[in-house]
């Protein structure tokens, strides 16, 4: 994701519906986000869906690793040749 500049990407919630198809062209071209305010406060962000899809599979990664790091910490692990077992008995399960 771009930085954020001030002076182009944070606009009021009046001038964004004024300007709607504008600024949706202009966050998948330019690929930058665009927040938009309502009485001087930050009320939305508006971001491209191919950012969404970026950060959406980050957020999961991150999460991912956060419960490996979690059971890793309590213990809750295979040995290697534990894990080619299951990994087996869930083959052969989805192969019936």
């Known amino acids: 994701m771009k930085n954020i500049s001030i002076s182009n990407d944070i606009i009021p919630v009046g001038q964004f519906k004024a ?3 504008k600024y ?3 966050i ?3 690929k930058n986000s ?3 305010t309502q009485n001087g406060k930050p009320a939305g962000v508006l971001i491209s869906p191919k950012e969404f899809d970026k950060l959406r ?3 999961l990664f991150i999460d991912s690793i956060s419960r490996g790091l979690s059971d890793s ?3 809750d692990v ?3 040749s534990q ?3 299951e990994l087996r008995k869930r083959r052969d399960a989805k192969a019936l």
């Open 19 to 21: 300007s709607l198809a």
């Open 28 to 30: 998948q071209v330019h």
């Open 83 to 85: 894990l080619k077992s």
């Open 57 to 59: 599979g980050a957020k």
């Open 34 to 36: 665009l927040i938009i």
């Open 78 to 80: 295979f040995t290697t």
């Open 73 to 75: 910490e309590k213990g």
């Open 24 to 26: 949706l062209k202009e």
